[in-house]
């Protein structure tokens, strides 16, 4: 799954703060490790979190995008 774009540097800094403050710690790649204006939010997870665990952090990543 790829994850959507977040804009500008200072967007996807933004969103990855809101998501930590919801309790989803997500990787933020903003450039020169992504192309210009293609900044992006990753999120890692083990096969030991439960699906609904997953699914309501998915909820939570997408709620916090500005």
């Known amino acids: ?3 959507p774009p977040a804009g500008d ?3 996807a800094t ?3 703060a809101r ?3 919801r309790g989803v710690a ?3 790649f903003r450039p020169p ?3 210009d204006h293609r900044s992006r939010l990753r999120i890692t997870v083990n096969t030991g979190v439960p ?3 997953f699914a ?3 909820d939570t990543v997408l709620e916090a995008r500005p």
Do not use: K
């Open 56 to 58: 309501a952090a998915l």
């Open 1 to 3: 799954m790829c994850s």
């Open 9 to 11: 540097a200072r967007a």
């Open 33 to 35: 490790s992504t192309p």
């Open 51 to 53: 699906a609904a665990e």
């Open 19 to 21: 998501c930590a403050a």
């Open 26 to 28: 997500v990787g933020c």
């Open 14 to 16: 933004e969103w990855a």
